[in-house]
């Protein structure tokens, strides 16, 4: 994409603006700076840029481009920040976001000035694609990582999701109670209901299918499959009241389910990256989410209305988790950042205001986790370190030894041990900075 960008702008210096290629050097633009919040799923101000026509069809204030006159278009007013809305001259992309360079800008405005032509093929639909996987036995046994861990309270057991499989364990003796298998696939995540009698896993195979179980605690006789992912889940969240549970997946999709019947309730529709995280708030009205797409969402619970897109990240987003009480947010990602947002009672657009953008780690954040009496937040790396945060101003707290490997699952127990497992196949439970269990 970068080097694509790179010969789009010489373009400007050595070719007529005549000949600038809307597919080539002005989508890119878009792709780059806009999508994630002007897409056909998610189209803010009902003004989308994922494909030509829409653009052209401009959005709720009107047409965005007047071709051949590239400084009346509305579009263009935005980009230099000169759009007159309610008496402000507003940005897009807004707030903190990265703006679009002024050779950027320069080459937009030429295309319009040379009449603003669209795709020289016309634009079609994509057709849906058919993967096709070869059968190949592996030379090796697959190295047994560890993708995700839960805790339950109630059952007073440890949940470690492997391929394939997921462990229940005695968090006293380190015993594994039983092993829950018939998975299909990478767990890549896992969540006990709130009575801890069910354990739900996500997961799936890569560009095949996403894949969403749930078993008994007490026996491990399965209890319901959730299917409707087209591929691999990566994040799971259960509603505070058990009634739902929240899946999200490389296929951008998050889909809301009915505990008791399995049936799907709502298809939330909007990222435009794999959703990686989700967390509901307590009270189990709004469910947060974290994106490839370097954006968090809020969405309103059980109707699955998208609230708010909160666009301060700059790069992809892990994990998402809500404070004690729901009125706080935290997000990391691949910028190396947590970020914190105050989300208001109803979580509209507008009402969410971020708090702190912390510099974390030296790598990019994997996960996060909080304890149960809502005063520490955990956070995993690819710098291989682990820390522990105040959650109360975000200092930080506690820098715990340096793991073996990346910990890519986090948990607390009721007791503020923090279970951190890696993808090296081992994990610890830590209080403090002492190593309670190291299996």
Known sequence: MKRLLILSLACIVTTDAQTVD????????????????????????????????????????????????ADESLLVKFLEGRSGRGGKNEFMPPGKREKLKAEEIALIKAWINAGAKGPLITEAKPMPKEVITPKIAPTVPPKRSIQAVAFSPKAQLIATARYGEVELVNPVNQVTVRKLTGFTGKVNAVAFSPDGETLYAAGGEAGIVGIVRSWKTSDGSPLRSFE????????????????????????????????????????????????????????????????????????????????????????????????????????????????????????????????????????????????????????????????????????????????????????????????????????????????????
């Open 228 to 439: 409707g992912h087209t591929d691999a889940a990566y994040a799971l969240a259960v509603s505070p009241d058990g009634q739902f549970i929240a899946t999200g997946a490389y296929d951008q999709k998050i889909r809301l389910w009915d505990t008791a019947t399995g049936k799907e309730v709502a298809l939330l529709k909007g990222h435009n990256g794999a959703v990686n995280g989700l967390s509901f708030r307590p009270d189990g009205k709004v469910l947060a989410s974290a994106s490839a797409d370097r954006t968090v969402k809020l969405w309103s619970i059980p109707n699955g209305q998208r609230l708010d897109t909160l666009s301060q990240p700059t790069k992809e987003q892990t994990s998402v988790v809500f404070s004690a009480d729901g009125k706080t947010l935290f997000a990391a990602g691949g910028d190396n950042r947590i970020r914190v947002w105050s989300i208001s009672a109803a979580a509209k657009e507008g009402t969410n205001k971020i708090l702190t953008s912390r510099f974390a780690h030296e790598g990019g954040l994997l996960n996060l986790a909080l304890s149960a009496d809502g005063k520490l937040l955990a956070s995993t790396a690819t710098d291989k370190t682990l820390k522990l945060w105040n959650t109360a101003d975000l200092t930080e707290k506690l820098l715990l030894e340096k793991q073996p490997d990346w910990s890519s699952a986090l948990a607390f127990t009721d007791k503020a041990q923090l279970i951190a497992g890696r993808v090296d196949g081992t994990w610890s439970v830590y209080e403090a900075a002492k190593t309670v269990l190291k299996p």
């Open 22 to 69: 809307y597919t080539k050097q002005i989508a890119p633009l878009w792709d780059t700076y806009c999508v994630d919040c002007h897409s056909a799923d998610d189209a803010d101000g009902e003004f989308a840029l994922d494909t030509f026509a829409a653009l052209m069809k401009g959005g709720e204030e009107g047409a965005a481009i007047v071709a051949g006159k």
